[in-house]
Nanobody, 125 residues
Framework: QVQLVESGGGLVQAGGSLRLSCAAS????????MGWFRQAPGKEREFVAA????????TYADSVKGRFTISRDYAKNTVHLQMNSLKPEDTAVYYC??????????????????WGQGTQVTVSS
């Protein structure tokens, strides 16, 4: 079992930056692929970024590629999402998720087993 707690959300102007963090409990963290998803009001949850358990590969949604960076800190059992050049359309609740099977680096939310409670990101124009 893994518990995930997100932090770092807030209100920022367009063009600004935020860094989200996801603190994970549990000794198996280092063997899980980790992902970030987001959900805007009235929309379905969508994939943002994922990082392999080894940290050796990452994948991003086209909408955030070149602006967002996912990373992980094994010593602190934490995953980060650095968000630069934020746009109003990035406004959403951002969720951290863990995939315990880690067969592949997935952008499909149903393949993730554990979820955090979410953190709100609001980008004003």
């Amino acid at each position: 079992q893994v518990q995930l707690v997100e932090s770092g959300g807030g209100l920022v102007q367009a063009g600004g930056s935020l860094r989200l963090s996801c603190a994970a409990s549990g000794r198996s963290f280092s063997s899980y692929n980790m992902g970030w998803f987001r959900q805007a009001p009235g929309k379905e949850r969508e994939f943002v970024a994922a990082i392999r358990w080894s940290g050796g590969s990452t994948t991003y949604a086209d909408s955030v590629k070149g602006r967002f960076t996912i990373s992980r800190d094994y010593a602190k059992n934490t995953v980060h999402l650095q968000m630069n050049s934020l746009k109003p359309e990035d406004t959403a609740v951002y969720y951290c998720a863990a995939d315990r099977r880690s067969f592949r680096l997935s952008d499909y939310d149903k393949e993730y087993d554990f979820w955090g409670q979410g953190t709100q990101v609001t980008v004003s124009s």
